[in-house]
């Protein structure tokens, strides 16, 4: 038998870094960890397995997409515990997927499709979580509005646990579930965490809200947020003497709410999703009280969404919301 090609050793030791990521030292050949020997290798190849970005692994590990390209290119190699964790980004993606599914997620280094995507996957599963469910309300309500984004290793976890069309998605035709009796269990953060822990062999399992990028959305600033300055108007007549009346000062929230108008609250009933609402809010700098209004799109345990057409979606911070009303009735 003749001598091994260099070439050839270097393929077998890239597959058994691959397949058998538990073993620490491959005697004869390296004297050192697999993890600091040659993890672009398979790095690479993970990469065009699963058609996942970098700029996902980068946020997953969090590093900077500098240092992943160093990583590809074998400048910079990779400590143990970050194989380990890389281990875990790869495996959202089943080692059985069909080439239809890695061709889809390869789309997602756009980031103007992955956006849509994850917007479209948030919003379908605001509409489904459990209200007490605050872990995923916070991680998926600021995406629904548009305020903060999923990568695209999250967006495919999500499809993979809850046995979603991830093709579809991505290819712009909305969210439709593979399962028609699936459903979107109670914590669902760690739902699919408990799943993942299915698709390792061996070591870390993923985790849905690893990374920076899983957990700080970016916020609303005060300025970008439209107040209006609510003014008492006159009592209304018996039929809607139950409500408090106010006066809509300026077009600051027109067409929607014009100036001249009367809204109507009630402090009555709790407001639901789709309600059109007045976030009341102490203004800090003098006795007046403001509001920012328009149609409720979820309440958090630390921001309050709240469509208002002309600024689009806004997050109010609920330490600042007062009171937060159902807009009952509306005249000029």
């Not at 993923?206 to 108007?233: D, I, M, W």
């Not at 067409?255 to 402090?267: C, N, Y």
């Not at 979606?313 to 609920?318: A, I, L, N």
């Amino acid at each position: 038998m003749g001598q091994l090609s260099r070439a050839a050793i270097t393929d077998v030791v890239c597959w058994l870094t691959l397949h058998l990521p538990h073993l620490r030292y491959f005697p004869g050949v390296f004297a050192k960890p697999f993890a600091e020997a040659m993890p672009q290798h398979w790095i690479e190849r993970e990469f065009i397995r699963t058609g996942l970005p970098k700029s996902s692994f980068a946020g997953y590990l969090a590093i900077d997409n500098a240092a992943v390209s160093r990583i590809s290119s074998g400048e910079r190699p990779l400590s143990e515990e970050e194989s380990a964790l890389a281990r875990a980004f790869f495996s959202v993606v089943s080692e059985r997927a069909p080439e239809s599914s890695t061709d889809a997620i390869r789309r997602l280094r756009s980031t103007k499709i992955r956006e849509t995507a994850g917007v479209a996957l948030s919003r379908w599963l605001v509409e489904r979580i459990d209200h007490r469910d605050s872990n995923a309300l916070d991680l998926f309500a600021p995406v629904a509005a548009g305020t903060s984004t999923l990568r695209a290793d999250q967006i495919v976890a999500l499809c993979r646990m809850l046995e979603l069309d991830v093709v579809g998605l991505i290819q712009g035709f909305g969210v439709r579930s593979l399962d028609p009796n699936a459903s979107v269990p109670p914590d669902l953060v760690a739902a699919v965490d408990r799943a993942a822990t299915r698709w390792t062999r061996d070591g870390v399992p993923y985790r849905l809200t690893r990374g920076p990028a899983a957990t700080e959305a970016p916020r609303l600033s005060a300025s970008k947020t439209k107040f209006v300055t609510l003014q008492p108007a006159d009592p209304a007549d018996d039929e809607l003497g139950a409500y408090t009346p106010y006066l809509i000062p300026d077009d600051s929230y027109a067409p929607r709410f014009e100036q001249g108008q009367t809204i109507f609250l009630d402090a009555g009933s709790e407001p639901r999703k789709g309600d059109f609402v007045a976030a009341v809010i102490k203004d800090t700098k003098s006795e007046n009280l403001q509001a920012v209004l328009g149609k409720l799109l979820y309440v958090s345990r630390d921001k309050i969404g709240i469509d208002t057409a002309r600024s689009n979606r806004v997050e109010v911070p609920r330490d600042r919301v007062t009171a937060l009303r159902r807009i009952a009735f509306c005249k000029m």
